[in-house]
């Protein structure tokens, strides 16, 4: 008996002593990975728990990553030069916008990869991201693939991550941007809003909500019209002026490459505007006011008519609407572009995106091998619905093959609005996420929600434009002398907002024609030359 | 025999015995000076080798030492001077430092004069202690609080406004073009007249008593006095003052302007120091901002020089 105790005691210290290391292999070294988000307008995302939230916990259970994320309160452009010329002390990840259709922040984040200041992911890739493998590879455009893969930036290596791609076309997100009106007034004035197809209908409903007397929950008097954080975005009023393409050109009458500054869309816009403004119908404020200013008049229903999409509507208006659900924000439209296309900005789209915030690992990177398996996590089927739907079990559960938010979170979800984001769910763990099953998504999270059909009802009003092909103003670079061309364009400092402003009609239109000579003096005529040659000689090429 | 030397002979070691004799003497004083010496040779002399990054191309990792000549080498003051908004800039940046001169340089004279007339020596203090304060606050702060309160939508100035005449449309004071440089000049007075004071109290504390009271025995009144003797007798701190300010004219100042700068004021706004932010420093072009900086300083020394000189010519006032 003695003997087998021994046996037993031996065996069990053979095998603890095999299991020890398996055991420490498999516990990865805890590390916290400082992180930079340089996209304003994101801070919504961010839990009151950056560390001790429920999917943070789980993530560093997987990975040993813990997040130690900075926000940044000034411009993209700013805090990335700032970043790279410190030269030290750089973040261990920074997210920032790259791709044609982000070009300046391209432009800083090519100089610092040339530079040395960004590590090359290809052999960390190999060694720890089988998930990785993928990005930016087949959910990008063209143009963006042949920037990812260009052999003069970081001497051909991959540095940078594409992530918030979409798995497919069919998963690409439809924001759902239009002007939005406080729905007890719609009802109270008894507007169809399908009835509102144009700026001008716009126009005439703010006028009749000034009109209406209408107060917020404080009883203050409404503000016909109004946007959110340093106007964003108003131009959703405006689309009446705005002729939608991927590159921003157009063709004029006689089919050649133009610029919306040559025709009489941008004189027909100010003049709107300025009539919006000087009328009292525009928040002339929402021009230059904070996230926190903006934020407050949605809380009180203070705003009737707004520009935004709807996922940032819902996101703060939920108070609101708990509250108050008469006042729930109903989506007006479609309101048609200039082409007379239910088309925003928002909704022509190419097959692959044509700029996205990626994720690139800095020189002073800690810990890149540990960076880079906490993306490869994220990236697995488990991690994408980790961070995009919560924990299974908890958070949602399998249905009939397809995961769906559970009772009790949606419970929860009605009771506080941001209980989501404060476990961490569609939240921060979404930075390093690439190929979205967006759709899936969608449908596990609004499956009980049979009443709610605003996304659903704006998604209809502007349907997606998927266009295929490489956009004008992907070749814009190849302009010779474009460097001296672009700064003298920027030196210009005119910006059509300006005009809404203006003293008076007259002197808005003379404004504008002061920066149309201003276009041509700088060889602006020859820009558009350059361009529309290579529209009509490249094949493929799209406007 | 020796020559005579019509020089007379100085014996060098024995002048810097003596140099060091009186430094020695007056040591307290000269420690006094080592923190100023410091901080402008670590914040006024120092960064200007950074001026080199004005003809070298910018690099994030080499710096301005080892980063790569421009090319040409005036490349970037060649960008600048074809600015297309240059005249509009230097047009604003005068036209808001010349009303900053002019609102804003008398102001704390004669704060400074009326503290001096209060006989009670607390209430003196408290008003001196009070006008201090925003000092204090950030251009940030200030401008946020401005903000508020002259908010269109339910700010209490616009809301006051509509109680005292129901015809008050709410008017955007923080936006408008009109109301732009009024609100500018308004807070800046506001905010640095109080320590403004401060050089002005001290020159006025210097002035002998003895006139004062040979004034007072004369008839003198204390408006007479002001006029004639503590005005006269600061007029030397006044004109110093004047000549730095006057440097200050290529320099309309960055945080207030860039924080109220909105679409509606930028034709009045968008001086040469936002342009310096905007176009150099957010947009990375670090060589074009240290160019336009070369220049703004260039510019405002120039001023500093001729200005000087017409007061040396005209009256006794002189920095040098």
Same mark, same amino acid.
């Given at each position: 008996m003695k003997k087998r105790w021994i046996a037993f005691l031996l065996a069990l210290i053979v095998l603890s002593g095999l299991a020890l290391p398996v055991m420490a292999q498999e516990k990865p070294e805890d590390v916290t990975l400082r992180m930079l988000i340089c996209w304003t307008g994101l801070s919504f995302l961010k839990p009151d728990d950056q560390v001790n939230n429920a999917i943070g916990q789980v993530i560093k259970e997987k990975t040993g990553v813990t997040l130690d994320i900075d926000w940044i309160n000034t411009t993209e452009v700013e805090t990335l030069n700032l970043e790279f010329s410190k030269n030290s002390d750089m973040p261990d990840i920074i997210m920032a916008a790259y791709g044609p259709g982000a070009v300046v922040t391209s432009d800083i984040i090519n100089k610092a990869a040339n530079e040395g200041l960004l590590l090359p992911l290809d052999n960390l890739i190999d060694q720890y991201g089988p998930n990785l493998k993928n990005v930016g590879k087949v959910d990008v455009s063209e143009g963006m693939q042949a920037m990812l893969n260009d052999p003069e930036v970081g001497n051909g290596a991959t540095f940078c991550l594409p992530i918030h791609t979409a798995k497919t076309p069919d998963e690409i997100i439809n924001w759902g941007y239009t002007v939005y009106c406080r729905g007890d007034i719609l009802k109270s004035l008894n507007v169809d809003p399908a009835s509102i197809t144009t700026s001008d209908d716009l126009y005439e409903l703010a006028k009749k909500i000034k009109n209406g007397n209408f107060v917020d929950t404080m009883g203050n008097p409404v503000i016909p019209a109004s946007c959110w954080v340093n106007g964003w975005s108003y131009e959703c009023f405006c689309n009446s002026f705005r002729y939608r393409t991927i590159s921003g050109w157009m063709l004029d009458e006689n089919g050649n490459v133009t610029s919306p500054w040559f025709t009489d869309l941008v004189e027909k816009e100010a003049l709107f505007m300025r009539k919006m403004i000087n009328e009292g119908l525009y928040d002339v404020e929402s021009f230059t006011q904070d996230d926190a200013t903006s934020k407050a008049k949605y809380a009180t229903g203070r705003v009737a008519l707004t520009g935004a999409h709807w996922y940032h509507i819902d996101a703060n208006t939920r108070d609101l609407e708990l509250a108050h659900p008469e006042m729930r924000y109903e989506p007006l439209g479609p309101i048609l572009d200039a082409k007379g296309d239910p088309q925003t900005g928002a909704n022509i789209r190419l097959t692959g995106v044509e700029y996205t915030g990626c994720m690139m690992l800095t020189k002073d990177c800690k810990n890149p091998e540990a960076a880079i398996k906490y993306l490869n996590f994220l990236n697995s089927d488990e991690g994408k619905r980790l961070a995009y739907l919560g924990i299974e079990g908890e958070d949602w559960e399998w249905h009939n093959g397809e995961p769906r938010m559970t009772e009790a979170f949606i419970e929860e979800m009605e009771k506080d609005p941001r209980y989501g984001i404060n476990r961490g769910i569609d939240s921060i763990y979404t930075f390093g996420c690439a190929q979205i099953e967006n759709a899936m998504y969608e449908r596990a999270r609004n499956w009980k929600k049979e009443d709610d059909k605003t996304l659903e009802t704006v998604q209809e009003m502007y349907p997606l434009y998927i266009y295929e092909g490489i956009p004008l103003s992907y070749y814009q670079e190849q302009y010779p002398g474009y460097e001296d061309f672009r700064f003298a364009l920027e030196s210009i400092g005119f910006n059509l907002d300006q005009a809404y402003f203006a003293a008076s009609d007259a002197a808005a239109i003379k404004m504008i024609e002061r920066y149309r000579k201003a276009l041509i003096s700088i060889g602006y005529e020859d820009y558009m030359n350059f361009l529309n040659e290579i529209y009509k000689t490249v094949p493929g090429v799209i406007l | 025999m020796t020559p005579i030397s019509s020089k007379p002979v100085v014996n060098k070691a024995s002048y810097w015995k003596r140099l060091w004799q009186q430094i020695w003497k007056r040591r307290t004083k000269y420690l006094m000076i080592i923190p100023a010496l410091v901080f402008f040779l670590?914040?006024?002399?120092?960064?200007?080798? &950074?001026?080199?990054?004005?003809?070298?191309?910018?690099?994030? @990792?080499? &710096?301005?030492? %080892? $980063?790569?000549?421009?090319?040409?080498?005036?490349?970037? *003051?060649?960008?600048f001077f074809n600015n297309y908004q240059l005249g509009t800039l230097v047009t604003n940046t005068l036209r808001i430092s010349i009303l900053r001169l002019i609102t804003g340089f008398p102001a704390p004279i004669i704060l400074a004069i009326l503290l001096n007339e209060l006989r009670s020596t607390k209430f003196k203090r408290v008003v001196q202690s009070v006008s201090y304060v925003?000092? *204090?606050? $950030?251009?940030?702060?200030?401008?946020s609080m401005l903000n508020q309160l002259l908010s269109p939508n339910g700010g209490p100035v616009n809301s006051l406004m509509s109680l005292l005449n129901p015809e008050w449309e709410p008017y955007w004071f923080m936006g408008e073009e009109e109301a732009f440089l009024p609100v500018l000049l308004i807070s800046g007075i506001w905010k640095g007249l109080g320590w403004s004071t401060i050089v002005y109290l001290a020159a006025i504390a210097g002035i002998n008593t003895e006139l004062y009271e040979a004034a007072y025995i004369d008839g003198a009144g204390r408006i %007479?006095?002001?006029? $004639?003797? @503590?005005?006269?007798?600061?007029?030397? @701190?006044?004109?110093?003052?004047?000549? @730095?300010?006057?440097? &200050?004219?290529?320099?309309?100042?960055?945080?207030?302007?860039?924080?109220?700068q909105s679409p509606a004021n930028k034709g009045v706004s968008e001086v040469i120091d936002t342009y310096i932010m905007n176009v150099g420093i957010k947009s990375g072009r670090f060589s074009l901002a240290t160019a336009a900086g070369v220049v703004q300083g260039a510019l405002a020394m120039m001023l500093v020089v001729i200005t000087n000189f017409i007061f040396k010519r005209t009256t006794e006032i002189s920095m040098w």
């Amino acid at each position: 008996m003695k003997k087998r105790w021994i046996a037993f005691l031996l065996a069990l210290i053979v095998l603890s002593g095999l299991a020890l290391p398996v055991m420490a292999q498999e516990k990865p070294e805890d590390v916290t990975l400082r992180m930079l988000i340089c996209w304003t307008g994101l801070s919504f995302l961010k839990p009151d728990d950056q560390v001790n939230n429920a999917i943070g916990q789980v993530i560093k259970e997987k990975t040993g990553v813990t997040l130690d994320i900075d926000w940044i309160n000034t411009t993209e452009v700013e805090t990335l030069n700032l970043e790279f010329s410190k030269n030290s002390d750089m973040p261990d990840i920074i997210m920032a916008a790259y791709g044609p259709g982000a070009v300046v922040t391209s432009d800083i984040i090519n100089k610092a990869a040339n530079e040395g200041l960004l590590l090359p992911l290809d052999n960390l890739i190999d060694q720890y991201g089988p998930n990785l493998k993928n990005v930016g590879k087949v959910d990008v455009s063209e143009g963006m693939q042949a920037m990812l893969n260009d052999p003069e930036v970081g001497n051909g290596a991959t540095f940078c991550l594409p992530i918030h791609t979409a798995k497919t076309p069919d998963e690409i997100i439809n924001w759902g941007y239009t002007v939005y009106c406080r729905g007890d007034i719609l009802k109270s004035l008894n507007v169809d809003p399908a009835s509102i197809t144009t700026s001008d209908d716009l126009y005439e409903l703010a006028k009749k909500i000034k009109n209406g007397n209408f107060v917020d929950t404080m009883g203050n008097p409404v503000i016909p019209a109004s946007c959110w954080v340093n106007g964003w975005s108003y131009e959703c009023f405006c689309n009446s002026f705005r002729y939608r393409t991927i590159s921003g050109w157009m063709l004029d009458e006689n089919g050649n490459v133009t610029s919306p500054w040559f025709t009489d869309l941008v004189e027909k816009e100010a003049l709107f505007m300025r009539k919006m403004i000087n009328e009292g119908l525009y928040d002339v404020e929402s021009f230059t006011q904070d996230d926190a200013t903006s934020k407050a008049k949605y809380a009180t229903g203070r705003v009737a008519l707004t520009g935004a999409h709807w996922y940032h509507i819902d996101a703060n208006t939920r108070d609101l609407e708990l509250a108050h659900p008469e006042m729930r924000y109903e989506p007006l439209g479609p309101i048609l572009d200039a082409k007379g296309d239910p088309q925003t900005g928002a909704n022509i789209r190419l097959t692959g995106v044509e700029y996205t915030g990626c994720m690139m690992l800095t020189k002073d990177c800690k810990n890149p091998e540990a960076a880079i398996k906490y993306l490869n996590f994220l990236n697995s089927d488990e991690g994408k619905r980790l961070a995009y739907l919560g924990i299974e079990g908890e958070d949602w559960e399998w249905h009939n093959g397809e995961p769906r938010m559970t009772e009790a979170f949606i419970e929860e979800m009605e009771k506080d609005p941001r209980y989501g984001i404060n476990r961490g769910i569609d939240s921060i763990y979404t930075f390093g996420c690439a190929q979205i099953e967006n759709a899936m998504y969608e449908r596990a999270r609004n499956w009980k929600k049979e009443d709610d059909k605003t996304l659903e009802t704006v998604q209809e009003m502007y349907p997606l434009y998927i266009y295929e092909g490489i956009p004008l103003s992907y070749y814009q670079e190849q302009y010779p002398g474009y460097e001296d061309f672009r700064f003298a364009l920027e030196s210009i400092g005119f910006n059509l907002d300006q005009a809404y402003f203006a003293a008076s009609d007259a002197a808005a239109i003379k404004m504008i024609e002061r920066y149309r000579k201003a276009l041509i003096s700088i060889g602006y005529e020859d820009y558009m030359n350059f361009l529309n040659e290579i529209y009509k000689t490249v094949p493929g090429v799209i406007l | 025999m020796t020559p005579i030397s019509s020089k007379p002979v100085v014996n060098k070691a024995s002048y810097w015995k003596r140099l060091w004799q009186q430094i020695w003497k007056r040591r307290t004083k000269y420690l006094m000076i080592i923190p100023a010496l410091v901080f402008f040779l670590v914040f006024a002399y120092l960064p200007m080798v &950074g001026v080199l990054q004005a003809v070298k191309e910018p690099s994030f @990792t080499k &710096g301005f030492i %080892r $980063s790569p000549w421009a090319n040409p080498w005036y490349k970037y *003051f060649k960008q600048f001077f074809n600015n297309y908004q240059l005249g509009t800039l230097v047009t604003n940046t005068l036209r808001i430092s010349i009303l900053r001169l002019i609102t804003g340089f008398p102001a704390p004279i004669i704060l400074a004069i009326l503290l001096n007339e209060l006989r009670s020596t607390k209430f003196k203090r408290v008003v001196q202690s009070v006008s201090y304060v925003p000092h *204090f606050i $950030s251009w940030a702060v200030v401008v946020s609080m401005l903000n508020q309160l002259l908010s269109p939508n339910g700010g209490p100035v616009n809301s006051l406004m509509s109680l005292l005449n129901p015809e008050w449309e709410p008017y955007w004071f923080m936006g408008e073009e009109e109301a732009f440089l009024p609100v500018l000049l308004i807070s800046g007075i506001w905010k640095g007249l109080g320590w403004s004071t401060i050089v002005y109290l001290a020159a006025i504390a210097g002035i002998n008593t003895e006139l004062y009271e040979a004034a007072y025995i004369d008839g003198a009144g204390r408006i %007479r006095m002001a006029f $004639s003797i @503590t005005l006269p007798c600061i007029s030397g @701190t006044i004109g110093l003052l004047f000549i @730095t300010g006057v440097g &200050g004219l290529v320099a309309a100042g960055y945080d207030p302007i860039y924080l109220m700068q909105s679409p509606a004021n930028k034709g009045v706004s968008e001086v040469i120091d936002t342009y310096i932010m905007n176009v150099g420093i957010k947009s990375g072009r670090f060589s074009l901002a240290t160019a336009a900086g070369v220049v703004q300083g260039a510019l405002a020394m120039m001023l500093v020089v001729i200005t000087n000189f017409i007061f040396k010519r005209t009256t006794e006032i002189s920095m040098w």
